[in-house]
Structure formats: structure tokens, C-alpha cells
């Protein structure tokens, strides 16, 4: 799958001059309101697995990939090749750095490879990011001074509706992701709220 691909995207521009009473003084609360925004909604991001370490011994480890263990396990779960003897020793010959546990291959999703890619490898871009549900609205409110000056008092919220945006790759390397980080989108939520109000004089 390319870098690049967005199975879906839509995106909605629009704008509403909300109709309100043209004479006597309700309209003056009651007129001049109009509500405008941007609204998106996109697939993820696609991204691959990192292996973390140089597993076909070529000098180059940004582009190898793990294995996968179990397909059935959960989709965080990882193992590392431990040694046999000494410090951090498994007799299984793997441990989950996120657990400290020994462990075998058919507990985990994903476990670090070595030796050349094989048919359980990994392919590129096998995993997406969240997608995208985004709202940015525009709320305005206009006052008639005279017939060319006017006030306009607006309100800017992106992201109203304070949607979680997962749209950021989370850490993907089976050897180096820090316990607890590794595929956990929470460390990529770009979701928050942020609003401002602005006043205008137009003449």
C-alpha cells in the first residue's frame, strides 16, 4: 500500500445566513446570525512495522521488519530475542519488554526477526492510523450600525465536537518502543478543542 493512500476522504464546506426578522427590534437579536465550517472525515494513515534491529545483517535496520508470532494474539503485543545465559536470560528465547515476562512466540502478535525476511514477515504497510472526524465551525453574529458600518462578533471552534484524533503513527519498533507505548494510540491524540473569538468593524 503507498504512503499516500486515503482509502476515503469527504470533506464539507459550508456556510448558512441564518434568516431572522428584517424589521423592528428583534432583529437585532435575532438577525445578522450566520454559521459556517469545514467538516472532514478520512481513513488512516498507512505505516509499517519496525523490526529494530539489523536482521538480514545488511548495515541497514531502518527498513527490516518483524515477524509475526501468533495473528490471534492482541495486535500490542510484541516479544524480543533474549539470551539464554545472564542478565534478562529467557529460556524461551524471547521476552515482552512490555511485561518484563519470558515468553514464546504463539503468546505474541509480533516478534523481532532475524535472518533474512521469511513468510511470516511483515509486509509494508500492513497497519493503519486512526482516522479523521473532524468539525470546524464558525458561529457570527453581525450588528448594523449604519447602512455601510457593521459589527461582526465571531466565534471559531476547531475540532467542536472535541473528537480523539488518532492520526499520528504510534510507536511501531518491536525492540525500542518504550513498555506500554508500542502500536498505543493514545500517545497520538491530536484531538483537543481549541476555540477564539474575534470582533470586527467593517465600514
Not at 457570527?140 to 488518532?166: G, M, P, V, Y
Request: charge should be positive.
Amino acid at each position: 500500500m503507498s504512503d499516500y493512500n486515503r482509502s476515503h476522504r469527504l470533506t464539507i464546506a459550508y456556510i448558512w445566513d441564518i434568516p431572522g426578522p428584517r424589521r423592528g427590534v428583534a432583529k437585532h437579536g435575532l438577525g445578522g446570525w450566520s454559521i459556517a465550517g469545514i467538516t472532514t472525515f478520512q481513513s488512516g494513515t498507512p505505516y509499517s512495522l519496525q523490526n529494530g534491529s539489523d536482521r538480514d545483517n545488511d548495515g541497514f535496520s531502518d527498513n527490516d521488519r518483524p515477524d509475526i508470532g501468533n495473528p490471534n494474539a492482541p495486535l500490542n503485543t510484541r516479544a524480543m530475542i533474549a539470551p539464554a545465559s545472564g542478565p534478562g536470560a529467557c529460556s524461551t528465547g524471547y521476552s515482552n519488554p512490555d511485561t518484563g515476562a519470558c515468553v514464546t512466540p504463539g503468546e505474541v502478535h509480533f516478534v523481532q526477526g532475524r535472518g533474512l525476511p521469511n513468510a511470516r514477515t511483515v509486509g509494508r504497510n500492513t497497519l493503519l492510523t486512526g482516522g479523521t472526524n473532524n468539525w470546524d465551525i464558525a458561529l457570527a453574529k453581525t450588528f448594523a450600525i449604519s447602512e455601510r458600518k457593521r459589527l461582526e462578533d465571531r466565534w471559531d471552534a476547531f475540532n467542536a465536537f472535541n473528537h480523539r484524533q488518532f492520526v499520528q503513527v504510534p510507536s511501531s519498533d518491536v525492540v525500542n518502543s518504550r513498555p506500554g507505548q508500542f502500536l498505543n494510540r493514545n500517545f497520538t491524540d491530536g484531538g483537543i478543542r481549541s476555540m477564539r473569538m474575534q470582533l470586527k468593524f467593517l465600514f
